[in-house]
Nanobody
Framework: QVQLVESGGGSVQPGGSLRLSCATS????????QGWYRQAPGKTRELVAR???????VYNDAVKGRFTISRDNAKSILYLQMNSLKPEDTAVYYC?????????WGQGTQVTVSS
């Protein structure tokens, strides 16, 4: 059974940092496209960053230069390091894995950036 579990969300001030983690099980970790998405109130879910089995990384322009996606293949964990956080980064962040035929999602972790 495929399972994705996000953690690391919380409330921070503008300019602060957070590191999100996505623990995965039941998938071939290095054989899947993996990514982070986010959804703010009243908005649709949008791509934040994704990484392919070959290591190709794509970032949303809104986070490029501030966020970094990475993975630990030995532990099957996907990370999102978020620096210089802005209020507009406030959203629920979701982990995703894509085998090419199926998409899997975690339950999400809340990130709130405010003074």
């Amino acid at each position: 059974q495929v399972q994705l579990v996000e953690s690391g969300g919380g409330s921070v001030q503008p300019g602060g940092s957070l590191r999100l983690s996505c623990a995965t099980s039941g998938i071939i970790f290095n054989g899947s496209n993996q990514g982070w998405y986010r959804q703010a109130p009243g908005k649709t879910r949008e791509l934040v960053a994704r990484i392919s089995p070959g290591g190709r990384i794509v970032y949303n322009d809104a986070v490029k230069g501030r966020f970094t996606i990475s993975r630990d293949n030995a532990k099957s964990i996907l990370y999102l390091q978020m620096n210089s956080l802005k209020p507009e980064d406030t959203a629920v962040y979701y982990c995703n894995a894509d085998n090419g035929r199926s998409n899997y999602w975690g339950q999400g972790t809340q990130v709130t950036v405010s003074s």
